[in-house]
């Protein structure tokens, strides 16, 4: 029975090793993790990550062939696969700060694994690292020499969040980079023989380690700059009087472009694509190559140019002050169907308004107030750090409170502004939110979600990105 150990309990490694566990009944995975209360919850009713599907595919494998502990170092010692899915966070001092990737926890992983290890071991890099990290793992491990063979491969994940289990059960494509020698090759073998067990072999992609660890970080820089495309095609479209839809659509309906990925929105965010591309433009000057960099950073520049243009326009329309004003917030989540929040556009959004001295009222469906309350307080670049994991007690932010629905978070609002597309926003009863807020009322829409047509006649003056602009906000237009 081949034996599996993932280092990382998070929003990678726990639903990648379960869906494991589900289609290899007879491979015993464990997921292991330094945080107490994440393989806490893993083990309990209550797992510590929202992510529809997931509950079901774990409860059919726990206790049989999947096992979630503390016992870090037996468990790697036992294992044959070992996959490190640690935080990679962004560093914010020395060399590369505020770019570079901080292997910190990599590397500890890596180190810990060549003093436990007393057998062979494939090591495989999950989360996502700079290029040539591969290299440098290989090199700690094989320097601890005690005549253990260890490969390394790289198999990154391209699971997105909201939709982690059906990405799992169909991906596009499996990619494996290994070291194109006769140990490296079987290594790449013996995994993609883990993935074979319902994954069609013509879509597990086998390349040379350097290709595997850069064809992650390319595409996600890929799919974030289609996103910063459309989303600078929507100041445009404000301008001119264009629909942003109307356009994507039209963009999208040639095959060599296709639709997906292609919604306006206030911004993205999650824990890959600014870390991703940051890391990405730190290797390009690396190597000396400044246009490249410069390319990519664009991407990053139009994602908070949208993120402020969203906030100069709430201000600015709301005759150029939200001081003592109630705006209600919908959504905190970087995207629906999750409750992650890190790098979501929400915290640039609310950052924004408190500067300017606003009073927000926060609902989301997935997202609980300590969450919230962390994500404003923590400094930029701080949230990916295994230490945020463990409870803490963030002192509260004072202009705002979290509460536990839309209408709580309306009543008497000035505006109202919809960070996150949940379903359930579309459906909400706006003549009763209208006629609980202050007047005029405002709807600022971030991700396109309402019928903004309907929101007029109730009486709504409606912003919504990249859409024509209501004659109000014509009158007061928005410095970016
Ligand atoms: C383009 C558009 O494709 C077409 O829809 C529009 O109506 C006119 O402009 P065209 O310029 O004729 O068409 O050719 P196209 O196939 O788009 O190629 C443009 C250039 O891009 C060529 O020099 C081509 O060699 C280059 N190219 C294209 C690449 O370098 N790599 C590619 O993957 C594709
Ligand atoms: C991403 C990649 O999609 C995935 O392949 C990789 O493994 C991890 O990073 P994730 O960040 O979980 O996944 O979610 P994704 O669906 O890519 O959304 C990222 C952000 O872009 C979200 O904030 C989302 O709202 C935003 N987005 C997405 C848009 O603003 N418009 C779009 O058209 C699509
Ligand atoms: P991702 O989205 O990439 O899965 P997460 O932050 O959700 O990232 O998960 C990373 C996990 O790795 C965290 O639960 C963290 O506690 C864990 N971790 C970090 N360093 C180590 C380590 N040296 N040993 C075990 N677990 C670790």
């Known amino acids: 029975m081949v034996k599996i150990c993932c280092i ?3 929003y990678v490694g726990g639903p990648t090793m379960a869906v494991i566990a589900l289609k290899c009944p007879k491979v015993q995975v464990s ?11 893993w083990n309990s009713e209550h797992l510590p990550i929202y992510e529809p599907g997931l509950d079901d595919v774990v409860k059919q494998c726990r206790g049989k062939n999947l096992f979630f502990s ?27 700060a505020g770019k ?10 890596a180190r810990m694994i060549a003093d436990v290890s007393k057998s062979d ?45 059906q990405d799992l059960f169909n991906p596009d494509r499996v990619l494996i980079g290994g070291r194109e020698t006769p140990g490296g090759q079987k290594a790449i073998a013996t995994l993609r023989d883990v993935y074979a067990h319902w994954v069609p072999v013509e879509k597990i992609i086998c390349t040379n380690l350097w290709s595997a660890e850069l064809s992650k970080l390319a595409a996600n820089a890929f799919l974030a700059q289609r996103i910063s495309s459309v989303n600078a095609m929507s100041a445009l479209c404000e301008a001119t009087g264009a629909d942003v839809t109307q356009v994507s659509h039209a963009v999208g309906k040639d095959t060599r472009i296709g ?22 433009v730190y290797i390009c000057e690396c190597h000396g190559l400044a246009e490249v960099a410069n390319y990519w950073k664009q991407v990053i520049k139009i994602n908070d140019y949208q993120k402020t243009r969203f906030v100069n326009r709430i201000v600015s329309s709301m005759f150029n002050t939200v001081s003592g004003k109630k705006i209600a917030i919908l959504g905190f989540a970087f995207k629906k169907d999750t409750g992650d929040t890190r790098e979501t556009p929400a915290i640039d959004v609310c950052k924004g308004l408190i500067g300017d001295k606003a009073k927000i009222s926060i609902y989301d469906p997935q997202v609980q107030e300590e969450q919230i309350t962390r994500d404003l307080s923590l400094k930029k670049f701080d949230w990916d750090h295994p230490a945020h994991l463990q409870p803490m007690n963030p002192t509260s932010v004072k202009e705002v409170t979290c509460v536990r629905d839309a209408y709580e978070a309306t009543k008497g609002a000035h505006g109202i502004c919809i960070l996150t597309e ?52 014509k009158d007061m237009p928005a410095v970016a």
């Open 121 to 165: 071991k494939i090591v495989v890099e999950k989360s996502t690292v700079p290029v040539k990290t591969a290299e440098a793992i290989e090199r700690i491990l094989t320097h601890n020499n005690k005549g253990i063979n260890f490969q390394i491969l790289s198999n990154p994940e391209f699971l997105a969040e909201g939709t982690a289990i």
């Open 422 to 473: 949940w379903d359930a926003f579309k459906s909400l009863d706006y003549q009763k939110i209208f006629d609980g807020m202050e007047k005029p009322a405002f709807v600022f829409d971030g991700r396109n979600v309402v019928d903004a047509e309907k929101l007029r006649k109730i009486g709504f003056i409606v912003y919504a990105i990249g859409k024509p602009l209501d004659a109000w906000l």
């Open 259 to 280: 639709p997906k990925f292609l919604n306006a929105s206030v911004g993205f965010g999650g824990s890959c694509f600014q870390k991703d591309i940051l890391n990405l």
């Open 100 to 109: 570079a990737a901080d292997l910190t926890y990599w590397e500890s992983a």
């Open 31 to 41: 997921v292991v993790d330094i945080s107490t209360p994440r393989i806490t919850a």
């Open 70 to 96: 503390n016992d870090v170092e037996k468990l790697v010692a036992e294992a044959d696969i070992v996959f490190v899915s640690v935080n990679t966070p962004t560093k914010t001092q020395g060399l590369g």
């Open 8 to 10: 990382g309990a998070g």
